[in-house]
């Protein structure tokens, strides 16, 4: 199975969060995969949630917003 990354995000510092996206991880083996969210609108003092649905190690190298 495909394991997939789950984004939501909070304006309100946490108390209540937004639906989670499912963005693709790869599958087995394809590594350096690149992830990208867009359109996910503005927020002064956003936070983000970053899960997976599979027990896998992740490794985060940057975060950009524009």
Do not use: Q
Request: proline letters at 5%; hydrophobic letters at 35%; charged letters at 35%.
């Amino acid at each position: 199975m495909e394991p997939k990354l789950m984004l939501s995000w909070s304006d309100d510092n946490g108390h209540t969060w937004s639906e989670n996206r499912l963005l693709p991880l790869g599958k087995k083996g394809e590594y350096r995969k690149r992830v990208s969210a867009k359109k996910l609108g503005a927020g002064r003092d956003r936070v983000f949630r970053l899960r997976c649905t599979e027990p896998i190690n992740i490794v985060l190298i940057e975060g950009r917003l524009e």
